[in-house]
């Protein structure tokens, strides 16, 4: 990755929609209405591209008429109308739809008001068996009226926060629409973080009920969680009660509610009609150098902007069955339940990626009938060298679509899903955040796809690459900015009183502009190339490389199962650049294996980015999301002690990081 203009010859895409997909997807339908509507260019009959690029400046030089214009094409219903669209364009402090009122949860159990969908499965929830158990719209509908008058019985009331330790079951799913219905506010984690990792999310936001499991099952065995459930009650002073889900059999704790008796009695759900700035949910960042940031964004802004990614941008609807491999400590299960605002079946899977083997997920695909299947690049690239064949050994011909994000993913990853899934397939690699619970680049159902990069832009989202003096480049490397306000964006962090903290995280480099801290490219063409986190960046002689370059040529490697790339700035103004390897089994890193590792960076890469050194490390530490730690990492060989250079309870594996602080030890005493 360097800041020199890209070749100018074109390559050709690896897959291209057909006229009848096109014709189809709601994003022309949308377009060709609003062209009608609200001056939207109309679409350029044989050209998606130029129609799209039209469509998307359209979307971000028109703001308010753009989003006016996705509110009336999904209906959206509001209590007590909007007096403009846009009341401030500033970031931070936008201000959407003021004087509106609506309810996130009403638009999420729509499809249940039609009599001929009532009985359909709004979820199919499967476990580690891969038997899929359906919840119908009616029933989905039910236990979130029974759970939101139980919430208001307990005394909860708009803004008062509600939380979820709980797995990627449908009662998680249930306790978040019951709360929404209530206007109050959902925060969930998963199972497997510790006692301490959930006290800083949730001691942040002082809940007032805590949705709960007994335990989990992962991987074949069960991992009991009561202990943990304990201290959380004994450490959470705000909870007036909680809710017991025994999914491993074990009888209520004293003083606890059972699930069956707050959820068994069919209720019809009552909606609060709420600003539509109200918070919706509070999301955490990773928290890896200090306690997690407590994002929250809005019934409203969620609302639409979850229509717009999932409906025009991923062309889901009410046929569709929608699976994205994630946890309730995840931005994409939140993403994931939205699925239910387009009338789409929503496909939970709570239970390891690889159980029994490696190819579970597409198992469950094929089991569950998904049309559009959501995984992290990570699990693809492991798939890949596992030799998985999912063509050969699933039924996989529903899914039209295969979406991924976590990390970039890499050309080797395009490839092997266009041959090893299916050829006529749209491959959606998109890339987004926690901060927006959404996409910034991505999915686009009538442009084509090419090898290692995203789309384009999402609409409504003024995506730009900018130099460090903030001036927008094309096919150059540039910093990831929006620079104009997405109606996601977070209202504010929780406990964040003057805003310092908010703007601090995105408005500290460019005023009034948002950075997220990535490097990317677009290209001449429309489309987006992520090269990894800014703030990692490897940066030598002036030529600068994201570390995901590094990863997707040497884990091309068999003998490398995993790496962690670092650029270190010495005390004497040196630059120390080491390569830290996971191993394949069997593989040892010899000299043989040093030289191909440094001749595969010097010719793929740059001869300027070939590491000092390359190490074995037992493991590659990641956040309790699945993403590689680099920064901390870093600092630790810069000389941080562990306990200042990451909060030990967002990490996945502490006793790992410790042996990385034995060798910068090692190194500063020779």
């Not at 360097?2 to 006229?19: H, I, S, V």
């Not at 591209?49 to 039209?54: F, K, L, Q």
């Not at 009660?241 to 704790?253: E, Q, R, S, W």
């Amino acid at each position: 990755m360097t800041t020199e203009p890209q070749p100018a010859t074109q390559p050709e895409p690896l897959w291209r929609p057909g006229d009848d997909r096109i014709a189809g997807a709601q994003l022309t339908r949308f377009q060709q209405w609003a062209a009608q509507r609200h001056g939207a260019p109309a679409a350029t009959p044989g050209d998606p591209v130029g129609s799209y690029a039209d469509l998307h400046r359209w979307s971000v030089t028109e703001l308010e008429r753009f989003w006016q214009a996705v509110a009336e094409w999904f209906d959206v219903r509001f209590t007590t109308p909007y007096r403009t669209v846009l009341a401030d364009a500033a970031m931070p402090g936008a201000r959407w739809f003021p004087g509106a009122t609506l309810n996130y949860a009403e638009h999420a159990l729509r499809a249940a008001e039609d009599p001929a969908r009532a009985a359909a499965p709004a979820l199919l929830y499967v476990d580690e068996s891969h038997e899929p158990v359906p919840v119908s719209w009616a029933e989905l509908r039910d236990q979130v009226g029974s759970v939101a008058a139980e919430l208001r019985r307990l005394g909860v009331r708009p803004g008062d926060r509600v939380s979820g330790y709980l797995p990627n079951i449908p009662q998680a799913a249930v306790a978040l629409l019951a709360t929404a219905a209530v206007g109050a506010v959902w925060t969930s984690c998963a199972p497997d973080f510790g006692a301490r990792s959930v006290l800083d999310r949730f001691q942040q936001v002082e809940p007032v009920v805590l949705f709960t499991v007994d335990g989990y099952r992962y991987g074949g065995k069960e991992h009991d969680r009561t202990e943990v459930v304990a201290e959380l009650r004994r450490e959470l002073p705000s909870l007036r009660a909680v809710v017991h889900i025994p999914l491993l059999g074990t009888p209520a704790p004293e003083g606890t509610l059972e699930w069956d008796a707050v959820a068994g009695e069919p209720t019809a759900p009552e909606f609060e009609p709420v600003p539509f700035d109200h918070p919706l949910w509070v999301l955490y960042s990773s928290g890896t150098t200090g306690l997690p940031k407590a994002i929250v964004q809005s019934q409203g802004g969620i609302l639409l902007e979850h229509l717009k990614q999932l409906g025009l941008q991923t062309d889901l609807g009410p046929e569709d069955r929608f699976f994205w491999y994630t946890s309730t400590g995840w931005m994409m299960w939140n993403f994931l339940v939205s699925g239910l605002l387009v009338g789409s079946t929503v496909v939970l899977y709570d239970g390891s990626p690889g159980h029994p083997d490696t190819g579970a997920q597409w198992r469950v695909a094929e089991r569950t009938g998904t049309t559009c299947y959501g995984t992290s690049a990570a699990y693809i690239m492991a798939c890949r060298k596992k030799g998985v064949r999912p063509a050969r050994d699933f039924d996989l011909s529903r899914v039209r679509c295969v979406a991924t994000t976590g990390s970039p993913l890499p050309p080797d990853g395009f490839r092997w899903i266009h041959q090893e899934v299916a050829e006529d397939l749209w491959i959606a690699s998109v890339s987004g955040g926690t901060d927006v619970c959404s996409c910034f680049a991505g999915a686009v159902p009538t442009l084509p796809v090419y090898i290692g990069e995203l789309q384009a832009p999402c609409l409504g989202t003024d995506l730009q690459a900018w130099d460090p003096q903030g001036r927008p480049v094309t096919d150059e490397v540039g910093e990831l900015v929006v620079t104009r306000p997405m109606p996601s964006m977070p209202i504010h962090f929780w406990n964040d009183p003057d805003g310092s903290r908010y703007r601090d995280s995105y408005f500290e480099m460019f005023p009034g502009v948002w950075r997220h801290g990535d490097w990317i490219t677009l290209t001449s063409r429309g489309s987006v190339v992520i090269h990894g986190r800014s703030d990692s960046t490897l940066n030598r002689q002036g030529v600068r490389m994201g570390s995901a370059d590094i990863y997707e040529a040497v884990e091309r490697l068999p003998e490398i199962r995993e790496s962690l790339v670092l650029g270190v700035e010495q005390p004497d103004g040196g630059y120390w650049m080491p390569l830290f390897v996971h191993l394949a089994e069997g593989a040892v890193l010899d000299d043989r294996l040093r030289d191909k590792i440094k001749h595969t960076i010097r010719e793929q890469l740059s001869p300027r980015h070939v590491p000092d050194e390359v190490i074995e490390v037992p493991g590659v530490p990641h956040t309790l999301t699945g993403k590689r730690i680099e920064v901390p990492v870093k600092r630790l060989m810069q000389g941080t002690a562990l306990d200042k250079a990451v909060n030990p309870g967002s990490v996945d594996n502490l006793e790992l990081l410790r042996f990385y602080e034995r060798i910068a030890r090692d190194r500063a005493t020779g």
